[in-house]
């Protein structure tokens, strides 16, 4: 089993087809399907449908533990470079829609100093679809909504968040009041989060014990689609503070919702394996950011201590096991 073999099983994967492979791999058809059938062989078992044009079940497997093996191996190139010069090489960052929006721009301004032969692949996403991709081995940290499920990840607190409601200023149900109870919140026609996301289940366990059922206008799934349909005037909405950007608040304002609690995110990573030099410089470089509350935006409050801001290395200290 060769390297190549693995790349070229990924590639697939991640481009769903040969042709389009050996394009990101910058080959040709040929050897992508020579690399792939000798793995096929070599394992004993089909890897890629080729009638159906995408992986098989076995395949699929494979490619989860590739993700992993090829992540290991260029770390350890990182780990090398590391130690003759500054940190360079690549990582790969999963984040959820609201958050990327305002702290991708502070990390890659924070990054360039500090590192600047480090690069940044960042996905957007919901915390869901973000947690399987890093479990499998497609990222190398994900900022995410806590609680996350996988029992292979570990979790480490980087800020709490407000949830608010967002109501347009020219046709306020609220006449410019500041603060309203869920007995009002349940007065109102919403836009609402799908069933099992994170943000609906954290609504629905604050006004259960209350005997309070919130009135759904649609439900939506995903708070980047929930806040857009709201700036659109569809309705209003329950979004975390920085789902309204700055050029908004003038057409826009929040409410604060009293007994809502805050939503908490963080920094989840793969509790196997060691992070290479470059995944350790950009957690150092997060827990930096949130060290203090002065430079956040809006409704934001920092639960990272300046102690672990300076500390170098893996999350090992503050992480928490899930499961």
Not at 8 to 24: H, K, P
Not at 259 to 283: C, D, F, I, K, Q
Not at 293 to 308: C, F, K, Q, R
């Amino acid at each position: 089993m060769e390297v190549r073999h693995l790349q070229a099983l990924v590639a697939v994967s991640e481009q769903g087809s040969f042709s389009a492979a050996a394009d990101s791999l910058g080959t040709v058809q040929s050897n992508i399907s020579a690399h792939v059938a000798r793995l096929e062989k070599e394992l004993g078992t089909l890897l890629v449908d080729r009638s159906a044009g995408r992986l098989t079940s076995e395949g699929e497997v494979v490619v989860a533990r590739a993700y992993r093996v090829l992540g290991e191996l260029l770390a350890l190139t990182a780990d090398l470079g590391a130690l003759r010069e500054e940190v360079g090489g690549t990582v790969r960052v999963g984040m959820i829609g609201t958050t990327a929006r305002w702290l991708v721009p502070l990390l890659l301004t924070d990054l360039s100093e500090r590192h600047p032969k480090l690069r940044l692949v960042v996905a957007d996403g919901t915390t869901a679809g973000l947690e399987t991709q890093l479990a499998a081995g497609r990222f190398d940290l994900a900022v995410l909504t806590f609680p996350v499920s996988g029992r292979d990840l570990t979790f480490e607190p980087l800020f709490e968040e407000e949830l608010a409601l967002v109501v347009p200023v020219d046709s306020d149900p609220f006449k410019g009041v500041t603060r309203v109870g869920l007995d009002e919140l349940g007065r109102l026609e919403l836009l609402m989060p799908a069933t099992g996301t994170q943000l609906r289940a954290e609504l629905d366990a604050a006004v259960k014990p209350a005997g309070i059922r919130l009135r759904s206008r649609a439900e939506l799934d995903g708070v980047r689609l929930l806040a857009s349909l709201a700036f659109d005037g569809y309705g209003p909405a329950v979004l975390p503070a920085t789902a309204v950007p700055p050029h908004l608040r003038s057409r826009f304002r929040l409410v604060a919702i009293d007994e809502l609690p805050r939503r908490r995110v963080g920094l989840a990573m793969r509790s196997r394996g060691m992070p290479s030099a470059p995944v350790r410089a950009v957690t150092e470089a997060l827990r930096s950011l949130f060290a203090s509350s002065d430079d956040l935006p809006e409704g934001l409050h920092s639960v990272v201590p300046l102690a672990a801001a300076r500390a170098e290395g893996s999350p090992r200290s503050l992480a928490m096991p899930n499961g």
